[in-house]
Every structure is written in structure tokens, then in C-alpha cells.
């Protein structure tokens, strides 16, 4: 089992660029989340989702887009890259939603927007 | 809204000695979950210890354990014969009642000297 994988690892943009961070999970679960960390911070919930078809906005939502069309991927899309982005991203996935179901977390993409 | 603070930016420990991590959190729920991550240098998140607010027991996990005072809202971890892989930035956090999002602390950097 692979997890929770991430790509890329690091990526620099240009302001007003945009691009697409990759998340895939081998371990069929249903619920998917995407979490910015910045520096010195603890991690803040951009978007989720409970399925393929379904997400919803987390606490910091502005500026990001993200679709989940199968249960494996739920890439999430910046249309318009601000250095307010720069950050490092991390994908996330549970079985379930609740305590008791853990998160597992891919590696973390850091991005800088310059 | 929930609320996640830690008072220590840093702490530092000799090698096999005790360290507690401090943690105050806010919530008007009454069953919820509170959870410390580990972030290695490698950067990936690791749950390390989680506590189900209506059990009073307090959870343990090897040399990990928390002291839990719901009345206060206090979580704090204490890590025993601490080793130099437990250098890392240490982060409590809540999830909600929802269970779709953790809120996190801003994190403890831990240093354990030889």
C-alpha cells in the first residue's frame, strides 16, 4: 500500500499561474480532505469530501477549486496563484468522518508563488 | 467555532528525560475527540495519541500519554525516556462534532539533546 500519495513534492509559480496538486489513496477510503500549513502553523482545512462527486468547503476555501470524480483522486485546482498561496499542502483521507477514524496524510506539497 | 492554542513555541529535553507538552482547546460540544500529531522533518503528520472527551481515563500509548481535564480544557502530552527520533514539531488538535475537520494548535518545536 502506497497510502497517500502527493505530487509534485515542490513547484514554484508565478503570480496569476495556476496548477493542479495531485492526491491519490490506495486505501478505498470514502472521505478526502485538503489541509494548507503555513510556516510556523498548524495545518487549516481547505476542502473535502465524502465521495466521488461530493465536497465541500472547509475553513479557507477562497481561491481553490477541487473535484472528486472517483474515489481515489481529489486534486485540487488554483485558478489564480497569489504569493498569499504560498504554502505547504497536504492531502489527507479517512475511512470515515469522526474521532475514531483516522486521518492518514500524504507527504505535503510546498509551493512558493513569487 | 473551535479553538486550539499552544503556549509553547519551543521546549527542549535531554534524552530519556520527561517533557509535557501543554494544550488548551474550546468547544461548546460535549463529545469530541482531541488528538496530538508529530511532524518530523520529513514532514509527514503522524498521529501519535488521541483522547474520546467522555472517557475519563486518560489514553496512553507506549511513552506517550495525556493528561486530559475536560473542565479546564486542558490536553497536554507527556512524552517519558524521550528519545533524539522524537525531535519534531508537535501539534494538538480537535475535530468537530461533524467529524470533517480538525482544527489544529500552532505547534511545539521539540528539540531532545544527547
Known amino acids: 500500500n502506497a497510502g497517500v500519495t502527493q505530487t509534485p513534492k515542490f513547484r514554484i509559480l508565478k503570480i496569476g499561474q495556476s496548477m493542479t496538486l495531485q492526491c491519490t489513496q490506495d486505501?478505498?477510503?470514502?472521505?478526502m480532505y485538503w489541509y494548507r500549513q503555513d510556516p510556523g502553523m498548524g495545518l487549516k482545512l481547505i476542502y473535502y469530501s465524502v465521495g466521488a462527486g461530493i465536497t465541500d468547503k472547509g475553513e479557507v476555501p477562497n481561491g481553490y477549486n477541487v473535484s472528486r470524480s472517483t474515489t481515489e483522486d481529489f486534486p485540487l485546482r488554483l485558478e489564480l496563484a497569489a504569493p498569499s498561496q504560498t504554502s505547504v499542502y497536504f492531502c489527507?483521507?479517512?475511512?470515515?468522518?469522526?474521532?475514531?477514524?483516522?486521518?492518514?496524510f500524504g507527504p505535503g506539497t510546498r509551493l512558493t508563488v513569487t | 467555532a473551535q479553538t486550539v492554542t499552544q503556549s509553547q513555541p519551543e521546549m527542549s529535553v535531554q534524552e530519556a528525560e520527561t517533557v509535557t507538552l501543554s494544550c488548551t482547546y474550546d468547544?461548546?460540544?460535549?463529545?469530541?475527540?482531541l488528538f496530538w500529531y508529530k511532524q518530523p522533518p520529513s514532514r509527514q503528520m503522524i498521529l501519535v495519541i488521541r483522547?474520546?472527551?467522555?472517557?475519563?481515563q486518560n489514553a496512553t500509548e507506549n511513552r506517550f500519554s495525556v493528561n486530559f481535564q475536560k473542565a479546564a480544557k486542558s490536553f497536554s502530552l507527556k512524552i517519558s525516556d524521550s528519545q533524539l527520533g522524537d525531535t519534531a514539531m508537535y501539534f494538538c488538535?480537535?475535530?468537530?462534532?461533524?467529524?470533517?475537520?480538525?482544527?489544529f494548535g500552532g505547534g511545539t518545536r521539540l528539540m531532545v539533546k544527547p
Open positions: 483522547q474520546e472527551a467522555y472517557k475519563q
Open positions: 489527507a483521507s479517512s475511512f470515515r468522518t469522526g474521532g475514531k477514524n483516522e486521518q492518514y
Open positions: 468547544t461548546s460540544e460535549n463529545n469530541y475527540y
Open positions: 488538535a480537535q475535530i468537530n462534532n461533524a467529524g470533517n475537520m480538525l482544527t
Open positions: 486505501m478505498n477510503h470514502n472521505y
